[in-house]
C-alpha cells in the first residue's frame, strides 16, 4: 500500500474488496466481474447524464463571459465619470493628504511621508496588517503542518533523501546571502528616510532566506530558523508593535506633545517611534515569507 | 461610448479590463490553481487602478527634504500608496491560505478539478 493513502482510498479499497469475502479461486474473478460491471454501470448513467450536463455547461460559459463583459461595461462607464488621469484632483477631496504632506514632517519626523503615514498617522492599520499576514501564516501552518503520527509525505520523503547540493545554486548563494541581507537591512533602517520600510526590506530578506534554503537544504537552515524561532521573532514583534503603539497613543498622539522627539529629521535616530516599528513589522514580514516558503516546501520548518 | 474620455483615463480602463480578464478566469476554469490565477489578477488590477488615481502629472513621490522646504504640491498623493500596501500584504497572506488549502484538497482527493472535488464530496455523503 502507498504512504500518505487518505480516508477516500481507504474507502475506495473496501469498497472494491467487499465482494469477495472468502479467499476462494472464485474471487478474483468475482472482483473482476464486479469491477466490469460498476464500470460499464458508469459508463450508461454518464453518456446519460453527459448530453444534459455538457449543455448546461456551454451555457453557463456563455452565461459567465457576459455577466463578466456586463460587469466591464458597467465599470468602464464609471471610469468615464472619474477626474481625468494625472491631473490635480479637487482640493475639497484632497483635504487629508495636504495634511499629510504639509504636516508630516514637523509632526510625525520622517522625511519618507508615506511611512510617516503608514505608520504614525495610520498604525493602527499597518498593526492590522501585520496581524493578518500572522494570523494567514498560522492558518498555513494548521493546514501544511505535519502531524506527528502521520506518515511522511512521498514528495517530501524524496527530497529530503534526495537533496541536490547544486554547486553553482550554492556559490551563487554564498555570495548573494549577505548582499541581499544587508540590502534588505538597509531598506528597512532607511524606510524613515527614503523609499523602504518594514514591508519592502523584510520581503527582501525573506527572499535571501529563502535562496540560502535551496542551496544548502533545511539541515543547513533549521539550527537558526525553527518554528520556535518564528514564533519567538513574530510574537515578540507584534507585541512590541502593540505596546509600542499603545504607550504612543497614552502619551499623546495626533498633535499632543510627547516625550519621545522627532529628533533631527533626515538622520538615522530620528521621526520617534518609525524607526523600530519598521523594523518590528521588517521581522514579521521577513520571517513570514520564510515561513510560507517552509510549509509550501515540506510541511515543516 | 465616449472613447476620448476612456482614453484620458486609460490606466483605469485598462486596470478595469483586467480585473474583467480576472473574473472570467474564475468563472471558465475548473482547475483550483487558475482559480488562484485570476483571482491575483484581480487584486493586480485593482492595485493598478489605487497607483493611478494616485498620480498627478509632473508631480515627484512624497519625499522630504530634511528642513521640510519643498512644498506640499510637489509630491502625488500619498494615500493610494498606503493603500497598496495593504493590499498587497492583504492579497499575498490570501493567496498563501488559498494555496494551503488547495494542497490539502489535492492530498485528500488527488484532483485539482473542482467539479470532480465536489462529486467526490457527494459521494463520500451518500456513504
Same mark, same amino acid.
Given at each position: 500500500m502507498?504512504?500518505?493513502?487518505?480516508?477516500?482510498?481507504?474507502? +475506495?479499497? /473496501?469498497? *472494491? &474488496? @467487499?465482494?469477495?469475502?472468502?479467499?476462494?479461486?472464485?474471487?478474483?474473478?468475482?472482483?473482476?466481474?464486479?469491477?466490469?460491471?460498476?464500470?460499464?454501470?458508469?459508463?450508461?448513467?454518464?453518456?446519460?447524464?453527459?448530453?444534459?450536463?455538457?449543455?448546461?455547461?456551454?451555457?453557463?460559459r456563455i452565461l459567465s463571459v457576459c455577466a463578466a463583459l456586463l460587469i466591464i461595461l458597467l465599470m468602464l462607464w464609471g471610469v468615464m465619470d472619474l477626474p481625468v488621469f494625472g491631473k490635480e484632483k479637487d482640493p475639497l477631496t484632497q483635504v487629508v493628504s495636504a495634511r499629510y +504632506?504639509? /504636516?508630516? *514632517? &514637523? @509632526?510625525?519626523?520622517?522625511?519618507?511621508?508615506?511611512?510617516n503615514m503608514i505608520l504614525d498617522y495610520r498604525a493602527f492599520d499597518t498593526l492590522g496588517e501585520s496581524n493578518v499576514l500572522f494570523a494567514s501564516a498560522c492558518a498555513v501552518l494548521l493546514l501544511l503542518r505535519k502531524s506527528q503520527n502521520q506518515a511522511i509525505r512521498p514528495s517530501s520523503a524524496v527530497d529530503s533523501d534526495s537533496f541536490v547540493r547544486d554547486p553553482i545554486l550554492q556559490f551563487g548563494a554564498r555570495i548573494l546571502f549577505p548582499l541581499l541581507l544587508l540590502y534588505g537591512l538597509y531598506i528597512v533602517f532607511n524606510g524613515h528616510l527614503g523609499p523602504g520600510g518594514g514591508f519592502s526590506g523584510g520581503?527582501?530578506?525573506?527572499?535571501?532566506?529563502?535562496?540560502?534554503?535551496?542551496?544548502?537544504?533545511?539541515?543547513?537552515?533549521?539550527?537558526?530558523?525553527?518554528?520556535?524561532?518564528?514564533?519567538?521573532?513574530?510574537?515578540?514583534?507584534?507585541?512590541?508593535?502593540?505596546?509600542?503603539?499603545?504607550?504612543?497613543?497614552?502619551?499623546?498622539?495626533?498633535?499632543?506633545?510627547?516625550?519621545?522627539?522627532?529628533?533631527?529629521?533626515?538622520?538615522?535616530?530620528?521621526?520617534?517611534l518609525i524607526l523600530p516599528l519598521n523594523i518590528a513589522v521588517g521581522l514579521i514580514v521577513c520571517s513570514t515569507m520564510y515561513a510560507f516558503f517552509c510549509l509550501f516546501e515540506k510541511g515543516e520548518f | 461610448?465616449?472613447?476620448?474620455?476612456?482614453?484620458?483615463?486609460?490606466?483605469?480602463?485598462?486596470?478595469?479590463?483586467?480585473?474583467?480578464?480576472?473574473?472570467?478566469?474564475?468563472?471558465?476554469?475548473?482547475?483550483?490553481?487558475?482559480?488562484?490565477?485570476g483571482f491575483s489578477f484581480m487584486d493586480s488590477a485593482i492595485f493598478l487602478f489605487l497607483t493611478?488615481?494616485?498620480?498627478?502629472?509632473?508631480?515627484?513621490?512624497?519625499?522630504?527634504?530634511?528642513?521640510?522646504?519643498?512644498?506640499?504640491?510637489?509630491?502625488?498623493?500619498?494615500?493610494?500608496?498606503?493603500?497598496?500596501?495593504?493590499?498587497?500584504?492583504?492579497?499575498?497572506?490570501?493567496?498563501?491560505?488559498?494555496?494551503?488549502?488547495?494542497?490539502?484538497?489535492?492530498?485528500r482527493y488527488h484532483t485539482l478539478d473542482l467539479d470532480e472535488i465536489a462529486q467526490l464530496v457527494r459521494k463520500e455523503g451518500e456513504k
Open positions: 502507498r504512504i500518505g493513502h487518505t480516508d477516500l482510498d481507504q474507502d +475506495l479499497i /473496501a469498497s *472494491l &474488496q @467487499e465482494p469477495s469475502p472468502a479467499p476462494s479461486p472464485l474471487s478474483e474473478a468475482h472482483l473482476l466481474e464486479h469491477a466490469k460491471a460498476i464500470r460499464e454501470e458508469e459508463a450508461a448513467f454518464s453518456s446519460q447524464e453527459t448530453k444534459a450536463h455538457q449543455v448546461s455547461l456551454h451555457i453557463y +504632506l504639509s /504636516a508630516g *514632517l &514637523q @509632526e510625525g519626523g520622517a522625511t519618507n511621508l508615506v511611512a520581503a527582501v530578506m525573506g527572499s535571501a532566506l529563502i535562496l540560502y534554503r535551496c542551496a544548502y537544504g533545511a539541515e543547513e537552515t533549521a539550527p537558526f530558523f525553527s518554528s520556535r524561532t518564528f514564533q519567538a521573532v513574530t510574537c515578540s514583534a507584534l507585541c512590541f508593535y502593540a505596546l509600542s503603539k499603545a504607550y504612543s497613543f497614552f502619551t499623546g498622539a495626533n498633535g499632543l506633545p510627547s516625550f519621545i522627539s522627532t529628533g533631527t529629521p533626515g538622520s538615522i535616530l530620528s521621526a520617534g | 461610448m465616449d472613447l476620448h474620455l476612456l482614453l484620458e483615463n486609460r490606466l483605469a480602463a485598462a486596470a478595469i479590463i483586467l480585473f474583467g480578464i480576472g473574473l472570467t478566469t474564475l468563472l471558465l476554469n475548473r482547475n483550483l490553481i487558475k482559480k488562484i490565477i493611478s488615481e494616485g498620480y498627478i502629472g509632473g508631480r515627484t513621490a512624497p519625499i522630504q527634504l530634511p528642513d521640510g522646504s519643498m512644498p506640499a504640491s510637489a509630491f502625488v498623493d500619498p494615500i493610494p500608496a498606503g493603500l497598496v500596501l495593504t493590499g498587497i500584504v492583504v492579497s499575498v497572506s490570501v493567496t498563501a491560505l488559498m494555496l494551503s488549502l488547495t494542497v490539502r484538497l489535492y492530498q
